[in-house]
Structure formats: C-alpha cells, structure tokens
C-alpha cells in the first residue's frame, strides 16, 4: 500500500467516525458576529492551524480549500463570500465529502445567513485540480501538503499557483521541523498520514514555494505541535514539531529574488527626519517597518550604527517593505 493510499483510509476512517485527536490545533475557533460552528465540525477540524484571514477575504473573493475535512474552514470562508459556489471545495475521499454535505445542511440550521450551494465540493486530487487556470483570488490547504513526498509536493504547490489568479493568495497551515527525523519515522507511511513524520524544515518549505513561482511569501505564524518521542515512535532523541501559518503570493518574481518575510523589522534612530535606502524604502525615524528577509540585508550592508534590524520573529501581519 502506497503513502498516498494509507492516507486515503486514515481519512475515511475519521470521516466515519470523528477523531477528536487526529489533529491538534492550537487556534481558538473564529468568533465572527453571526457565525456559528457546529460540534460535529469542530470535533472534525484536521487542521494544524488555521488558512482563514480576513484580509485576504475581501470583495467576495473565490476561494479553494484543499481537503474539506468537516467543512469548519469552508462555512468560514463562506462567511465571507456569500455568493453560489464562492468557495470551491476538493477532497479525494468519498467519505469526507460526504460527511461535509451533511454538515453543512446541520450549519443552515444556526446560521440564518449560509446557505450550501455556497459551497461546491468536488472530487479531485490535489495533485490534478479540477478548478480552471487563474480563476481563484485565495487557494488554501491544511495540513495536507506535509503528507506529501517531494515529487507530490511540488506537483501540488504547481497545481495551486495554476489556478490562482495574478496577486492571488495560497494560504497554508503545516507542522515543520527544524530536526533530522531517521528514515524510519519519514518512510512510516501512517506516521506521514497522521501530519507527524513528512514536516519539512521552513527553510525547505519556503524554497518549495518559491520554486513554483511564487514572489512574495509571508510567515505569519509559528506555534508549537506535537513531540515525537522515544517511548511512542521509532527515535533516539526527542524530536519537537512545529506548525506554521504561511501566505503565498502570486506576484512576479523580482529580479533578485523572492520576498520573503520572517517577521523581522527595521528601526531607523538616526540624526535626520527619515531614511532613503534609494531602493524604494522610507525608514521613518524610530518608526518601525516590517521588511523582507533580502531587505533587511541590504539596510545591513549599508553598514550604518543607526539602523537596528530586529531577529525573526515568524510572524508577519502586513505592512511591510514590498
């Protein structure tokens, strides 16, 4: 049985019967005016974070989520695009889309505003996305692309920038680790289906997002996960497994590179009013700016004692340098 097919079963599996603990979310549920989540979707929920952030959701975008679960992130994202088949959502398990069909007929009940054919679930692989060329404004996945291998992985990442639209936002939520895991936690096939053994390095993550395209990328969150130990699984050492919240914009790759931001900042102390790096950067003084990884190196090479560029802190919330 292939990786791919012992995920299949995991997830028909917690289709049929919820698994409280598939998953372990660290984000509180979306309180919204007017929204209300039923039991059965939060006790559904396999995510490791969350994709729904409200400004990216503006002006009833056309939204597609990738692995439906039990359709807590499609009634969010419905929330904000009230409009028949605004979000579009792809799952390869009969089961899951099944049990999401149904969820949604129990949140029409308690939220006067949904309707279901808000919603359209379709069958299909994320690796062959049944959605047309640049037709989507926000593509999002949770915890599903860890599980994938390299070669998987870069076909799904492609197929996500194939459907979006120029500008257009891949929203993503995964575990990583910046620890080597032994060959046998990484080729446990349920292990890599459970979020668990497939988590890639940010470093890793980023490039397979820049390599598809994307120019901008944005890290706006870093949360602890799970602990792989010695007594539960296959290790030697304590091994400790992060999720992160990332952002992937479809914007034209710069000429020196992508933008990358790590939450790193820029503070300009200086004897003047502002600061212009002559690359396009107003540094106001004892203003901070949020910058990209690539321009806080330049404003270091500028080799100034009135310039303080803060660590990383993984976790980007907008206006930044680009």
Same mark, same amino acid.
Request: charged share 25%.
């Given at each position: 049985?292939?990786?791919?097919?012992?995920?299949?079963?995991?997830?028909?599996?917690?289709?049929?019967?919820?698994?409280?603990?598939?998953?372990?979310?660290?984000?509180?549920?979306?309180?919204?005016?007017?929204?209300?989540?039923?039991?059965?979707? @939060?006790?559904?929920?396999? +995510?490791?974070?969350?994709?729904?952030?409200? *400004?990216?959701?503006?002006?009833?975008?056309?939204?597609?989520?990738?692995?439906?679960?039990?359709?807590? %992130?499609?009634? @969010?994202?419905?929330?904000?695009?009230? @409009?028949?088949?605004?979000?579009?959502?792809?799952?390869?398990?009969?089961?899951?889309?099944?049990?999401?069909? !149904?969820?949604?007929? %129990?949140?029409? $009940?308690?939220?006067?505003?949904?309707?279901?054919?808000?919603?359209?679930?379709?069958?299909?692989? =994320?690796?062959?996305?049944? /959605? @047309?060329?640049?037709?989507? &404004?926000?593509?999002? $996945?949770?915890?599903?692309?860890?599980?994938?291998?390299?070669? &998987?992985?870069?076909?799904?990442?492609?197929?996500?920038? *194939?459907?979006? !639209?120029?500008?257009?936002?891949?929203?993503?939520?995964?575990? #990583?680790? %910046?620890?080597?895991?032994?060959? #046998?936690?990484?080729? &446990?096939?349920?292990?890599?289906?459970?979020?668990?053994? +497939?988590?890639? #390095?940010?470093?890793?993550?980023?490039?397979?997002?820049?390599?598809?395209?994307? +120019?901008?990328?944005?890290?706006?969150?870093?949360?602890?996960?799970?602990?792989?130990?010695?007594?539960?699984?296959?290790?030697?050492?304590?091994?400790?497994?992060?999720?992160?919240?990332?952002?992937?914009? !479809?914007?034209?790759?710069?000429?020196?590179?992508?933008? /990358?931001?790590?939450?790193?900042?820029?503070?300009?102390?200086? +004897? %003047?009013?502002?600061?212009?790096?002559?690359?396009?950067?107003?540094?106001?003084?004892?203003?901070?700016?949020? /910058?990209?990884?690539?321009? =806080?190196?330049?404003?270091?090479?500028?080799?100034?004692?009135?310039?303080?560029?803060?660590?990383?802190?993984?976790?980007?919330?907008?206006?930044?340098?680009?």
């Amino acid at each position: 049985m292939s990786y791919l097919e012992t995920t299949h079963d995991v997830y028909k599996e917690a289709a049929l019967t919820p698994d409280v603990g598939l998953c372990c979310t660290t984000n509180p549920i979306w309180e919204l005016p007017g929204l209300s989540i039923p039991k059965i979707m @939060q006790e559904m929920n396999y +995510g490791c974070g969350s994709t729904v952030h409200a *400004r990216d959701l503006v002006n009833n975008p056309k939204i597609l989520y990738v692995g439906v679960g039990g359709g807590m %992130e499609l009634l @969010q994202f419905s929330y904000f695009s009230r @409009q028949k088949d605004g979000v579009i959502g792809v799952d390869v398990v009969d089961e899951m889309l099944e049990a999401s069909r !149904k969820n949604f007929i %129990e949140a029409e $009940q308690t939220n006067p505003w949904f309707k279901s054919e808000y919603v359209a679930l379709k069958k299909g692989d =994320a690796m062959n996305l049944p /959605v @047309q060329d640049n037709s989507i &404004d926000v593509a999002a $996945q949770n915890c599903l692309f860890n599980i994938f291998k390299e070669e &998987d992985l870069k076909k799904a990442i492609s197929e996500m920038y *194939r459907v979006l !639209k120029p500008h257009g936002r891949l929203v993503m939520s995964d575990p #990583t680790c %910046e620890q080597p895991m032994n060959d #046998t936690l990484r080729n &446990d096939e349920r292990l890599r289906a459970l979020c668990l053994s +497939g988590s890639l #390095t940010i470093k890793d993550y980023v490039k397979a997002l820049t390599d598809a395209g994307f +120019g901008t990328i944005e890290i706006r969150a870093r949360k602890p996960y799970r602990i792989l130990d010695p007594i539960n699984y296959p290790t030697d050492e304590l091994i400790y497994i992060e999720s992160i919240e990332v952002a992937a914009i !479809k914007d034209p790759m710069p000429a020196d590179g992508p933008c /990358v931001f790590t939450g790193k900042a820029a503070i300009y102390f200086g +004897g %003047e009013d502002y600061l212009d790096d002559k690359k396009g950067h107003i540094l106001l003084k004892n203003q901070p700016i949020a /910058v990209c990884d690539k321009t =806080a190196d330049d404003l270091t090479n500028l080799e100034r004692d009135d310039i303080y560029i803060s660590e990383s802190t993984f976790h980007y919330d907008g206006g930044g340098c680009c």
